[in-house]
Each structure stands twice: as C-alpha cells, then as structure tokens.
C-alpha cells in the first residue's frame, strides 16, 4: 500500500481478516474488531484498532507481520489486552504526525 496506514482506512476493514504471517509454516488469521480515534488535528492522529485472534496460538507482545489482501504487508505492535471464550483480543496503537 503506497499510502500511509490511517484510522479512516483502517475503519474499511473492520470485520475483515488479516492473516499473521510471523512463522510461514504456522500462519492463522485474527480479524479486525475496532477503531477508535483518541485525537485527531490537522496536526496529529492517535487511535487504536483492536484484533480477536484465536485461543491457540497465543500473540506475545511485539510487533508481528500482517498480511491482507488489499492493504499488503503490515508490520504491527501488538499488545494482548483480554481473553473470552473464544480467543484472546489484542491492540495496536497509532500516534502519527501529519504533515
């Protein structure tokens, strides 16, 4: 994708899949649940987009490779924030300058 990752594009995707592609042989999907926009000026945008993911594997912290068909490769810090019955749910937050 040539233009930079923003709330409003991510907000197209919600109920899309991503498929986390950190190992090749054990790739598995997490779908995008939520955006929420903390702040937004002609100057900054902050907000977080929220995944739910299987309850195996589990997602340590870090950043993890993203993949989905129209947006591409997306490298994405994740943060584990809860677990239902169904899997764990996790956060990434974005804090970008515009220029």
């Known amino acids: 994708m040539s233009e930079p990752i923003n709330s409003s594009i991510m907000a197209e995707y919600v109920g899309k899949t ?3 592609c950190d190992e090749p042989a054990r790739t598995f999907c997490v779908t ?3 955006v929420v926009e903390h702040l937004k000026t002609e100057r900054q945008e902050t907000y977080s987009i929220y995944f739910h993911g299987p309850a195996d594997p589990f997602l340590l912290q870090g950043i993890h490779k993203l993949r989905q068909p129209e947006l591409g490769d997306l490298s994405i810090f994740l943060v ?3 677990q239902d019955q169904d899997g764990f749910r ?3 937050v974005f804090n970008h300058l515009i220029n």
Do not use: H, Q, S
């Open 18 to 20: 991503f498929d986390v």
């Open 32 to 34: 995008l649940t939520g």
């Open 90 to 92: 996790y956060e990434a």
């Open 80 to 82: 584990p924030i809860g």
